[in-house]
């Protein structure tokens, strides 16, 4: 499974990959909760191999969150497509 975060210019600012379906639920549970913030004031915390990744909701919020099996499922132009 994996996360990508994709800028407004269609280009992947962040790839994350996860080794197993609870990594990938925790990760993507905090990733929810920071989008529905209205404070800005939460996080996501990716831990891999003993190095964490912080993604402030703001940075969150200023990207398209695609979750996929693999990398190549999710055409960036279909998903700008059905949100305009």
Do not use: H
Not at 14 to 22: A, R
Not at 56 to 81: G, H
């Amino acid at each position: 499974m994996q996360i990508r975060f994709i800028n407004i210019n269609k280009e992947t600012v962040k790839y994350l990959e996860f080794e197993n379906n609870d990594e990938y639920i925790k990760f993507y549970s905090q990733v929810l909760i920071a989008l529905a913030d209205s404070t800005n004031s939460q996080v996501a915390i990716y831990q891999r191999d003993g190095d964490n990744q912080i993604f402030p909701a703001l940075f969150l919020k200023n990207c398209y969150v695609i979750a996929s099996e693999a990398k190549s499922d999710v055409d960036v132009n279909e998903i700008d497509a059905e949100w305009n």
